[in-house]
């Protein structure tokens, strides 16, 4: 049955377009597998069934396309869409972090979000909403799609030279993908949780300050 499915899957040239839209759709509502979709189209690549650079090519308009359509929907919508679709203390706090970070290093940021699971569409729109220059995302857009592309197709490409059972290479290197996506989320996290410790400070240090004057009144 999965020789029969990746028979089918990699004789279509449809499968191309089949990823850009996964991948495309995963940037805008990160619901569909576009990471683990490019992985598994690594790995077929390494069997030969699909061609390799147009793996990567799918996979780097997919990923620019999708975020200059979450950039758009925040730059157009603005902060009232962010309202009513970031809800809850989490996208609240991904949402300080992104327009905090953007101020402070925003090429670099729309860059790196490639790889922050959750977070990219948080920059994505933020970075509408706050009006960044569109010249300087599509620069930072460009630099941060092709690397996550060339990645991610690499990780499933030598995955399928590793194993020899395409089910397993898949599954091992989806599994990595997915690993070294919980590690990034895990160091963004306590990158934020320091942040916001260090904002913090300050407002208890004038606190304690502040006490003993009012105990006198």
């Known amino acids: 049955m999965l020789e029969s499915l990746t028979d089918l899957v990699t004789s279509s040239p449809l499968t191309y377009g089949a990823l850009f839209l996964l991948v495309a759709g995963d940037a805008v509502l990160p619901l569909f597998p576009g990471e683990s979709a490019v992985v598994a189209a690594g790995v077929l690549a390494a069997d030969g069934g699909l061609v ?9 308009a997919g990923a620019l ?9 925040g730059r157009f919508a603005g ?15 991904r949402l300080r972090w992104a327009e905090g970070e953007l101020d402070r290093r925003g090429t670099a940021l729309i860059a790196a979000a490639q790889f922050i699971p959750g977070g990219r569409n948080i920059v994505m729109v933020s970075a509408g909403t706050l009006g960044f220059p569109l010249p300087r995302f599509i620069a930072a857009e460009t630099i941060g799609a092709s690397t996550w592309a060339v990645f991610q197709t690499s990780l499933g490409y030598f995955g399928g ?8 290479a898949i599954g091992v290197s989806v599994g990595i993908a997915i ?4 590690v990034v989320e895990g160091v963004d996290r306590l990158r934020r949780r320091r942040a916001r410790g260090r904002e913090e400070e300050p407002r208890s240090g004038r606190k304690s300050i502040e006490s003993p004057n009012s105990c006198q009144r």
């Open 52 to 60: 390799v650079w147009l793996v990567v090519a799918a996979a780097f």
């Open 179 to 182: 690993a070294l996506g919980g």
């Open 65 to 73: 396309v999708g975020d200059f359509v979450t950039y758009s929907i």
């Open 161 to 168: 030279k590793t194993f020899d059972s395409t089910l397993v």
């Open 79 to 93: 902060p009232r869409l962010v309202a009513r679709y970031v809800r809850g203390e989490k996208g609240r706090e």
